[in-house]
């Protein structure tokens, strides 16, 4: 055996991609455990933006190679991922926010991303439907884009079994069993796996695992939801983040627009629609995209950020026990940066290398006070 026995908890697309990771490095006892089927958690209810703008230099920087990664996915794994680079384009409505814009802009640039600013007239040749009402500029970036997020868990999934990993859906974590100071196994509904590294990939569902040995971690799970409409002939041919709203609209390739936007603050629970996310987005959406007045909603869903006070991800060990490693807090963006992050993380445990992008996300920093937040979160 190659690697110490690990189990990795969360069958999302964190959790696999650390996983497949792993086993490329030579580790031979790695197990995914997974509470319900592969797809039923966050990674198969986010609309599966990927981009590479953001507001501080280490998540540009991560960002950039899971751009890469998401490109080279189909080559990868022999499984097609349907990334479609179409651009995000960002909209600021205020000065404030126009500044924040030729900021960002400016470092982008420093850190290899070609994004611009955009006049409104620019705008409106770009999203000839779009209501200018109000906005004083955008920012937009070519490389930026959406993929199928089914077909990225499925993908990881299939080569981790490729490579050995066990990935176990229907495995709902029950206890932790602990020996001194070091967690020795994970119970789970349907039997016990010995382990000597425990890796919590459990999104936001991460604090209920860590209560169960005595670990507290300040993270806590926010509703938010989406919606499909029926399809229309396609005019949208970029994804748009009106920054008045938070909201996150595209088009995707058969015609449906979809459309996020966070409504409840504070800790959730249940993943059930609400009509006043129907009356929220709706709202939002015929403002922004008038086009879309009188167009029938197909579906709509829930789903949760995993929500950290500081807007940053918690990774790296905990003091106790020794081997529990955290690999959550990734706010809405866990999708985009798993690829990257996941291989960072890989390099840590397997090689002992703390990459400095991350060296500063372990969960001791709130104690600290935290990090300065991430200015481009969307919600």
């Not at 086009?291 to 829930?302: P, S």
């Amino acid at each position: 055996m190659t690697g110490p026995r690990t189990i990795i908890i969360g069958g999302g697309i964190v959790g696999l991609s650390l996983a497949w990771n792993l086993a490329r490095r030579g580790w031979t006892d790695v197990t995914v455990l997974e509470r319900d089927h592969l797809n039923a958690g966050a990674s198969a209810r986010c609309g599966g933006g990927v981009r590479e703008q953001w507001s501080s230099a280490d998540n540009i920087r991560i960002m950039k190679r899971s751009v890469r990664l998401f490109e080279s996915f189909p080559q990868d794994t022999g499984f097609n991922n349907w990334f479609r680079q179409c651009g995000y384009l960002f909209l600021a409505y205020s000065d404030e926010q126009a500044a924040l814009f030729e900021a960002n802009v400016k470092l982008q640039h420093e850190n290899g991303v070609a994004s611009r600013l955009m006049s409104p007239p620019a705008i409106q040749r770009l999203v000839p439907e779009i209501n200018l009402d109000g906005i004083v500029v955008g920012a937009f970036h070519q490389r930026d884009g959406v993929c199928f997020p089914f077909a990225m868990v499925w993908g990881y999934a299939k080569v981790c079994r490729e490579l050995g990993v066990r990935v176990l859906p229907g495995h709902e974590v029950v206890g932790l069993e602990m020996r001194g100071r070091k967690l020795t196994g994970v119970a789970t509904n349907r039997g016990a796996f010995a382990a000597d590294l425990v890796v919590n990939a459990a999104a936001a569902w991460s604090p209920r695992i860590g209560e169960m040995c005595g670990v507290a971690l300040p993270n806590h799970p926010e509703k938010h939801e989406a919606l499909v409409t029926e399809a229309l002939h396609p005019f949208l041919s970029t994804c748009l983040v009106p920054m008045n709203s938070g909201m996150y609209a595209a088009q995707t390739m058969r015609g449906e627009l979809y459309a996020c936007v966070g409504l409840q603050k504070g800790p959730a629970a249940d993943y059930d629609p609400s009509f006043a996310f129907m009356r929220k987005v709706s709202r939002l959406l015929i403002d922004l995209l008038p086009r879309a007045a009188g167009v029938k909603a197909l579906r709509q869903w829930g789903g949760f950020y995993d929500i950290t006070p500081d807007t940053n991800p918690i990774i790296g060990y905990v003091a106790e026990p020794g081997n529990f490693y955290q690999f959550h807090g990734l706010m809405g963006h866990g999708f985009m940066f798993a690829p990257a992050l996941s291989e960072l993380v890989a390099d840590h445990l397997a090689g002992g290398k703390l990459d400095p992008d991350i060296a500063n996300y372990g969960v001791e920093r709130f104690a600290r006070g935290g990090l300065e937040a991430e200015k481009l979160i969307i919600g």
